[in-house]
């Protein structure tokens, strides 16, 4: 994802990641230590200890597992965020055992984002 930011420069890309422990080593030090290595003033970056974003996104996204996680949500701007919940994204992918035709491709994943930047500039 951090390719991504670093070819589009574009002032309508922002990005949001949500470090969750999933395994023993994680920890807010650990999510400290990753984030340094991607640094954009367009994404911010938080630590969710309890994996609260993870239940909402499991519960918005209808998958079958309790947490989600490696999932990447791609919103147009201005969508509206007026609910309890995080609406339903434009397009998702994911790194998880499930639903494989949702499965993270980088390369198709790259392409939807610059062909939705291409489309709202021409806006």
């Known amino acids: 994802m951090q390719e991504i930011f670093e070819e589009n420069k574009s002032e309508l890309l922002h990005g949001l990641i ?3 422990p999933m395994l023993e080593t994680d920890s807010v030090y650990a999510a400290n230590q990753r984030e340094t290595r991607f640094s954009d003033a367009r994404v911010k970056q938080f630590w969710d200890p309890d994996r609260f974003f993870g239940r909402l996104l499991s519960r918005t996204l209808k998958l079958t597992i309790s947490i ?3 999932v990447y949500l791609l919103y147009l701007p201005d969508h509206p965020w ?3 919940l995080p609406p339903a994204p ?3 992918m994911h790194q998880q055992d499930e639903k494989m035709s949702l499965y993270l ?3 198709r994943f790259k392409q939807y984002v610059q ?3 291409e489309r709202t500039a021409f806006q």
């Open 18 to 20: 949500v470090w969750t």
């Open 105 to 107: 491709d980088p390369l």
């Open 115 to 117: 062909s939705l930047l």
């Open 90 to 92: 434009k397009i998702w």
């Open 68 to 70: 989600a996680w490696d």
């Open 82 to 84: 007026d609910g309890e």
